[in-house]
């Protein structure tokens, strides 16, 4: 097993421009999350979702989108890049049965991302 | 609101000593909780969690502490060594809401010294 999977590992944008960061896990996993990391901040939830085709908002969603069409693939989209979202951003995934969504997450080895 | 903060952000421990790092939460009606050891450039890499029916849970070299009347968590570590070097963070979370959200708190780093 890969475990999750991300893509790239290191992406440079200009401001305004979109993109989009992959996420794949091959563990089955229904629960999958994105947290962005920033000095100091510690690691906060951006959007998670709890099985295809439901996602939900975390702590700071705005400026991202999610879909989840498949278990496996929980894309991370960037609508208009913008400085402050230069951050480390963590893909993860649980097994997340019945009431333990969000529990024993797996992470991925990160995004760094950096826009101009 | 909710938040869950860690005491220090830096620790500096002698090999071969025990190492405690301390956590406290705000949210009363967190139920699970859970640390993460983060080395350099990779991701948090799970070490060990506890719900809150349990006050300690052990791993191996590794012992988890709740004390939910000061809503304080703490991870201890036996007999520190060079490869334990990283940063600590501890997480909460409401399992019983069903939300998924899993709360990290700010990180302290550990320093083994040799």
């Known amino acids: 097993n890969a475990g999750v999977t991300q893509t790239p590992k290191f992406q440079v944008l200009k401001t305004g421009q979109s993109m989009t960061l992959q996420c794949a896990q091959d563990?089955?996993?229904?629960?999958m999350s994105w947290y962005r990391q920033d000095p100091g901040m510690g690691l906060r939830l951006i959007h998670y979702s709890v099985g295809a085709g439901i996602t939900d908002q975390g702590e700071v969603p705005n400026g991202y989108n999610v879909s989840r069409s498949t278990t496996e693939d929980f894309p991370l989209r960037l609508l208009s890049a913008a400085p402050s979202q230069t951050s480390v951003y963590f893909c993860a995934s649980s097994q997340g049965q019945g009431a333990n969504f969000g529990e024993k997450l797996f992470f991925g080895s990160g995004t760094q991302l950096s826009v101009l | 609101g909710e938040s869950v903060g860690l005491h220090l952000p830096t620790l500096s421990v002698q090999e071969g000593d025990n190492s405690i790092i301390n956590c406290a939460y705000s949210n009363s009606a967190s139920d699970y909780f859970i640390w993460y050891k983060q080395e350099s450039g990779k991701g948090p890499q799970f070490i060990i969690d506890i719900r809150s029916n349990m006050d300690k849970r052990q791993g191996q070299r590794v012992t988890v502490l709740l004390n939910k009347t000061v809503k304080h968590l703490s991870l201890q570590i036996a007999a520190t060594q060079p490869g334990d070097s990283a940063v600590y963070f501890c997480?909460?979370?409401?399992?019983?809401?069903?939300?998924?959200?899993?709360?990290f708190g700010q990180g302290t780093t550990l320093q083994v010294k040799p």
């Open positions: 997480a909460e979370n409401t399992v019983s809401s069903n939300t998924g959200k899993l709360i």
């Open positions: 563990m089955n996993h229904e629960y």
